[in-house]
């Protein structure tokens, strides 16, 4: 059964960090290419930043550019998205998504991702 399970989320002040983790479980998903996307209260879900299988590829939204950054750890499992200089804006649950094995190339787009998780809430406080 696959698996991504979001960590890290909470409440911070504008200006601090926070550090989210996603956990995969279920298969290697070493190969594919993952995401962050985000849902504010009352707003579609929106791209945040992505990252290639290797890690050698990112991208990210303009609103986060400069401030976030995504990385992964494939011995692990794992996928990172270090926020910094947060916002009232970046109030958000932040979800996970992976593209599918053996689709490795970043994507903006949420049609591309295959498997999501439940979800982190970060709420940030002005």
């Known amino acids: 059964q696959v698996q991504l399970v979001e960590s890290g989320g909470g409440l911070v002040q504008t200006g601090g960090s926070l550090r989210l983790s996603c956990a995969a479980s279920g298969r290697t998903f070493s190969s594919d290419a993952m995401a962050w996307f985000r849902q504010a209260p009352g707003k579609d879900r929106e791209f945040v930043a992505t990252?290639?299988?290797?890690?050698?590829?990112?991208d990210y939204a303009d609103s986060v550019k400069g401030r976030f950054t995504i990385s992964r750890d494939n011995a692990k499992s794992t996928v990172f998205l270090q926020m910094n200089s947060l916002k009232p804006e970046d109030t958000a649950v932040y979800y996970c998504a992976a593209r599918g094995r053996f689709f490795q190339s970043t994507s903006k787009s949420e049609s591309e991702y295959t498997y999501w998780g439940q979800g982190t809430q970060v709420t940030v406080s002005s």
């Open positions: 990252i290639s299988w290797s890690g050698i590829s990112t």
